[in-house]
């Protein structure tokens, strides 16, 4: 397993020579956010799923700064990202929004179809676009972070129970193998 995802991960320093990433060498190359093993890799896969969430293109940005700070390997945590895309950010916001809504209990805001564009002028749906941003603000960012946590947790666990599993057929081979 380790040698797959060496194969597809970039080595730091091939990184480390690019002349964008030459001002952060002393935080971003630092060998533990480089180093893969059952630690850093279910570390960064938790901060991976966690930081999916985050809207627009802060989440690769979130994902680094959480490296930094818990030591776990990035190139695994940006690519772990990647499970939100255009095609599932949007299921993941709604079961968010339920989450939170469900959590907050009745009375705590309710979805709502997005204003439409009228006649009316850009000002006018702009200011009826951020009311209903706001109006889903309580549930939608409570939901967010409970489904973060959630999915973070779920990641590291699996990705701990798929290591382990893949060491203990690796020491049966290598066992039965001998005899």
């Known amino acids: 397993m380790r040698r797959l995802l060496k194969r597809y991960l970039p080595d730091h320093e091939t990184l480390a020579a690019n002349r964008w990433l030459a001002p952060f060498g002393t ?4 060998p ?3 180093h893969l093993n059952r630690h850093s890799a279910a570390g960064a896969v938790a901060v991976g799923m966690f930081c999916g969430l985050i809207p627009g ?5 979130g994902a680094a700064l959480c490296c ?3 030591r776990v390997n990035l190139p695994l945590a940006l690519f772990t990202t ?3 895309n255009p095609f599932t950010i949007l299921p993941l916001y709604v079961a968010a929004f339920a ?3 469900w959590i907050l209990g009745p009375g705590a805001g309710h979805f709502t ?7 009316g002028s850009l000002a006018s749906w702009l200011d009826a676009l951020l009311a209903w941003v706001a109006g889903l603000g309580k549930p939608l960012f409570l939901g967010l972070v409970v489904l973060a946590s959630g999915l973070s947790l779920a990641g590291y666990l699996l990705t701990r129970v798929a290591w382990r599993s893949y060491l203990i057929h690796q020491w049966r081979k290598r ?5």
């Open 27 to 30: 935080t971003l190359f630092h």
């Open 32 to 34: 533990r956010l480089w």
């Open 57 to 61: 293109p802060f989440q690769m940005l």
């Open 68 to 70: 930094m700070v818990f």
């Open 82 to 84: 990647l499970y939100t």
């Open 99 to 101: 989450i939170g809504e």
């Open 113 to 119: 179809a997005p204003p439409e564009w009228g006649a």
């Open 175 to 179: 066992r039965n193998s001998l005899t």
